[in-house]
Antibody, heavy 122, light 111 residues
Framework: QVQLVQSGAEVKKPGASVKVSCKAS????????INWVRQATGQGLEWMGW????????GYAQKFQGRVTMTRNTSISTAYMELSSLRSEDTAVYYC???????????????WGQGTLVTVSS | SYELTQPPSVSVSPGQTARITCSGD??????AYWYQQKSGQAPVLVIY???KRPSGIPERFSGSSSGTMATLTISGAQVEDEADYYC??????????????FGTGTKVTVL
């Protein structure tokens, strides 16, 4: 069965960076994109971007351009999301999710990781 | 930037029908998808491509889309359906690098 297992909770100071991992199993890692979505406490879901594990190509939401980097290590079927210049507003649960389909005919996250809480506090 | 608008809350009595709407300018051209998120859990896909139901999702969940509005219907709502629901879709403006967006979310209360 498809599983996405994320790394544990992080506490960071303002201005620092955080790197969250997402290990995939139960399917061919390089055949599907990995998306990243975050959710601040009591708030809605916010899509951050996607990465193609086969090519390494990425696409980031405009809000995160310049601060987010999505990468992968295909040898261990693991995707990473690094967010830099952290501020208190970045405190949220960060989810990875497998991307299904394509942007022209229909594209959506189907399977989700369990989420990683990132707390930014001085 | 592209936006999908949902009502903040919907209340329904057990056994009755709940309808959640999602409004977006690109919906005539793009599919809508719906996610259920219970407190403290990751989202779960309940409807894809406007009206299709993934395996394991109860038949009481259905979806439709017409013009700029998509609708998620819960027929015969159960107490366990109490959750936040989010629509999701993609932009049709030509932003092929980062076109994805979630709706504002709707809290469904069953009481």
């Amino acid at each position: 069965q498809v599983q996405l297992v994320q790394s544990g909770a992080e506490v960071k100071k303002p201005g620092a960076s955080v790197k969250v991992s997402c290990k995939a199993s139960g399917y061919t890692f390089t055949s599907y994109d990995i998306n990243w979505v975050r959710q601040a406490t009591g708030q809605g879901l916010e899509w951050m971007g996607w990465m193609n594990p086969n090519s390494g190509n990425t696409g980031y939401a405009q809000k995160f351009q310049g601060r987010v980097t999505m990468t992968r290590n295909t040898s261990i079927s693991t995707a990473y999301m690094e967010l830099s210049s952290l501020r208190s507003e970045d405190t949220a649960v960060y989810y990875c999710a497998r991307g299904q389909g394509d942007f022209w005919s229909g594209y959506y996250p189907d399977y989700w990781g369990q989420g990683t809480l990132v707390t930014v506090s001085s | 930037s592209y936006e999908l608008t949902q009502p903040p809350s919907v209340s329904v009595s057990p056994g009755q029908t709940a309808r959640i709407t999602c409004s977006g300018d690109a919906l005539p051209k793009k599919y809508a998808y719906w996610y259920q998120q219970k407190s403290g859990q990751a989202p779960v896909l309940v409807i894809y491509e406007d009206s299709k139901r993934p395996s394991g999702i109860p038949e009481r969940f259905s979806g439709s889309s017409s013009g700029t509005m998509a609708t998620l219907t819960i027929s015969g709502a159960q107490v366990e359906d109490e959750a936040d629901y989010y629509c999701y879709s993609t932009d049709s403006s030509g932003n092929h690098r980062a076109p994805c967006v979630f709706g504002t979310g709707t809290k469904v209360t069953v009481l």
